[in-house]
């Protein structure tokens, strides 16, 4: 600190901050204190004074040499001394009554003191007599930027009209820095928007605050929040800052154009009421306030049989009777009902709006909303038609986009979602479930369940569709019964055309194909013959199957013809391999083997130059080859069919 105070006193000396005593100067305040001499020789002498300074808030080490005062008759001797009197003298200065040095013993605030005066006084040690007149100084607190600005007057509310122009002056902030303003910067303020952009600005030195884009609507929102921020030297960095808010309010202006909320109104009169008789209410929303959303109703076909007035509140139009009708003058037909909003000079009109039938927007479907064309619409009314048959199974739902334009302003649209649900009707015949193959296996007894069939209905529940599956009356003999579970399914118990039915009726004879099959002993199936529509097998004449079954038969009860040991052994491992494959064909087939034995009584079993039976028919009966034998003898004992 010795050099910051030694820069100060530089800084006050040169300035001639230092103290001098002299001789009293012509028409100086007061008569000289009692005993007080003039001595002689001493004519240029004076007390000159100039300010001391001493900086706020100070912090250092106590107490500051602030200054100092001397006399030209002190010559360092020690018979002056120096006396201080005046505000804080004693208390907040200090002076060496030796040296003449001023200190200061305790921080200052500006704000709170500015400056303080005091008198000086040389006097002489030994006698206290005043050796020099006494002298009146100041002592100034230099200002810091200690204080940031303060908004006294908020916070602000201000009113402005919607739709106000751009620049429309909205309010005045002002903010206060109890900082010293006539010197530096520290109260130096500049105006800036926090919060409120880009709706309004304010001016960076006179704080007014101005819109700052049109069309603000009070409809959308009525009331806005605006934060303005007051910052100190000059705005720079470094500087200390404080905000106010300012709650500003739109006003109403007559901007809004009533509009009715249906697009037609539809009343029924007695024809026998008479004149002034009420018919109804219309109410049109004007979204303005005050004497801006009072409205006033009339008739475009002002000569008709009605009249309409407007309630006292400026609210509703009510529609009375003004002619007395004719019984044969027929239905009385539409008119419309111009809304009128506001003053009349800044009223708003909306076109009219139709009472009974006649309406002003014209109707469309969107094309993207409606891509198979299937409805139209009318232009007029509105009414929705449909174009093309509708099929529930094939488009359930039509989400549509209707339109309305009107006509003397085409750029007024408004559209609409439509949606139509195309409702079921019992249309759809019953059908076999997908996947539906019966079979039936070889010695199934007679009353066994073969299978469960599903039939299946696309129509919807609602529509009645209860399917029912029974067999068709009087269509021949019948081996094979079904049984309807009522749940739409059937038990197959028998072979016989069958069909099925849904209430209300719709029926269809869909064919089943039975298989005959091969099943092991759990019940599974193990290989199935194709499906037989005669009683020849598809590729193979009776006589020729009967040869490979007769020869089935001899091996089933010799044991093998024209095999030996190991022939026998070689048709046993083909044969498994023949049952156990599941790429063979589903039905019995021929397995050709490249070896055939030799040595056996049988002979070649080779089909090459063989026939069925001999000369004498032996063997010419199936019925005749025991119960082994008994489903192939069932199946191929008649006589064969042709070909």
Not at 200 to 205: I, L, N
Not at 300 to 310: M, V
Request: proline share 10%; net charge negative; with cysteine.
């Amino acid at each position: 600190m010795p050099s910051v105070l030694g820069l100060l006193l530089a800084w006050l000396g040169g300035c001639g901050c230092a103290g001098r005593l002299g001789p009293p100067w012509p028409g100086s305040r007061g008569a000289p204190p009692q005993g007080w001499e003039r001595p002689l020789l001493r004519s240029r002498r004076s007390w000159v004074w100039n300010q001391f300074f001493v900086i706020e808030e100070y912090a250092g080490p106590e107490p500051v040499l602030i200054g100092r005062l001397h006399s030209d008759v002190d010559r360092g001797e020690g018979r002056v001394k120096y006396v201080l009197t005046g505000e804080g003298a004693g208390t907040v200065f200090v002076i060496d009554e030796r040296t003449g040095n001023v200190h200061v013993t305790k921080t200052l605030d500006r704000e709170e003191k500015a400056q303080y005066t005091l008198l000086a006084q040389a006097v002489d040690r030994a006698s206290n007599r005043p050796l020099e007149p006494p002298s009146e100084f100041i002592i100034k607190v230099q200002d810091i930027n200690d204080n940031p600005p303060v908004f006294p007057h908020g916070p602000y509310h201000a009113t402005v009209p919607e739709m106000s122009n751009v620049g429309t002056s909205v309010i005045q902030v002002t903010a206060h820095d109890a900082d010293d303003p006539s010197y530096g910067n520290s109260a130096k303020l500049v105006y800036m928007v926090l919060e409120g952009l880009p709706f309004f600005s304010v001016d960076p030195q006179s704080g007014v605050v101005r819109t700052a884009i049109p069309n603000m609507d009070r409809e959308a929102q009525a009331e806005l929040l605006v934060v303005i921020q007051a910052k100190d030297m000059g705005g720079h960095a470094g500087g200390l800052s404080g905000s106010v808010t300012v709650t500003v309010t739109l006003s109403d202006v007559n901007d809004n154009p009533p509009k009715f909320p249906q697009n037609s109104y539809q009343f029924s009169v007695l024809e026998t009421l008479p004149p002034g008789s009420p018919v109804g209410r219309l109410r049109a929303h004007d979204p303005d306030e005050g004497d801006n959303a009072r409205l006033s109703y009339r008739l475009l076909d002002g000569d008709g049989p009605f009249a309409i007035s407007t309630d006292p509140l400026g609210r509703d139009g009510i529609l009375t009777i003004s002619q007395v009708r004719s019984p044969s003058s027929g239905s009385w037909g539409a008119m419309g009902a111009l809304a009128v909003g506001g003053a009349p000079s800044r009223g708003h009109m909306r076109p009219p709006h139709p009472l009974i039938s006649r309406c002003s927007p014209r109707y469309s479907i969107l094309p993207h909303s409606d891509p198979g064309r299937y409805f139209s619409i009318s232009p007029q009314d509105g009414t929705l038609r449909t174009a093309l048959p509708l099929d529930r199974e094939t488009l359930a739902w039509h989400n549509l986009t209707v339109v309305a334009t009107e006509l003397d302003s085409p750029a007024q649209a408004a559209p609409v979602p439509v949606v139509v649900h195309a409702l079921d009707v019992n249309d759809n015949v019953p059908e076999l479930a997908p996947g539906t193959e019966p079979f039936i296996c070889h010695g199934t007894a007679p009353g066994q369940l073969i299978q469960t069939i599903w039939a299946l209905d696309r129509d919807e529940a609602g529509a009645g569709s209860r399917v029912t599956i029974r067999s068709p009356p009087g269509l021949g003999p019948s081996d094979l019964t079904v049984r309807d579970n009522e749940d739409g399914s059937a038990a197959l118990l028998l072979r016989t055309p069958w069909w099925m039915a849904d209430a209300p009726p719709l029926t269809g004879t869909p064919t089943l194909t039975l298989s005959v099959c091969q099943c092991r002993p759990d019940g599974a199936l193990r290989s199935c013959q194709p499906p037989l529509a005669t009683g020849a097998a598809p590729g193979l004449s009776t006589a020729a199957l009967l040869a490979i079954l007769g020869c089935g038969a001899s091996l089933l009860g010799e044991g093998g013809c024209g095999l030996g040991g190991t022939g026998a052994t070689c048709l046993a491992a083909r044969l498994g391999r023949a049952d156990a494959d599941p790429r063979a064909p589903p039905y019995d087939s021929l397995q050709v083997y490249g070896y055939e034995g030799g040595g056996t009584p049988c002979g070649s079993l080779s089909p090459l130059g063989s026939s069925w039976g001999d000369s004498e028919g032996e063997g010419s009966d199936p019925g005749e080859w025991g119960p082994l034998f008994r489903t192939l003898a069932e199946l191929y004992g008649g006589q064969e069919g042709p070909a």
